[in-house]
């Protein structure tokens, strides 16, 4: 059974920072971060392909959130800096374990974590 971690979530004040961490426990191809505010649309923030290392985000975050990982821990992170009020979300980490194009849509994820709150004020 696959499993998703997603830790790291809470309040912080308009222009912190938060760091989000996410265990897995099978192999991947590639993970990625997304969110949902209440009322939205689930939206993709951040991948990371697991072999290549490389990166991906949705603009309104380049700059200020980084997607790492850590072959190691079997775990990945969303380091998130200068914190926005439109930044709070639920936060969730989804994993694809086959090969393919990944993006920033739902849909490319098989995966999924229970999610973690990150709450921004202003």
């Known amino acids: 059974q696959v499993q998703l971690v997603e830790s790291g979530g809470g309040s912080v004040q308009a222009g912190g920072s938060l760091r989000l961490s996410c265990v897995y426990s099978?192999?991947?191809?590639?993970m990625g971060w997304f969110r949902q505010a209440p009322g939205k649309e689930r939206e993709g923030v951040a991948r990371?392909?697991?072999?290549?290392?490389?990166?991906y985000y949705l603009d309104s975050v380049k700059g200020r959130f980084a997607i790492s990982q850590d072959k190691a821990k079997n775990t990945i992170y969303l380091e998130m800096n200068s914190l926005k009020p439109e930044d709070t979300a639920m936060y969730y980490c989804?994993?694809?374990?086959?090969?393919?194009?990944?993006?920033?849509?739902?849909?490319?994820?098989?995966?999924w974590g229970q999610g973690t709150q990150v709450t921004v004020s202003s």
């Open positions: 989804a994993l694809r374990s086959v090969g393919g194009i990944c993006d920033l849509e739902s849909t490319t994820y098989a995966y």
């Open positions: 099978r192999s991947r191809y590639c």
């Open positions: 990371i392909y697991a072999n290549s290392g490389n990166t």
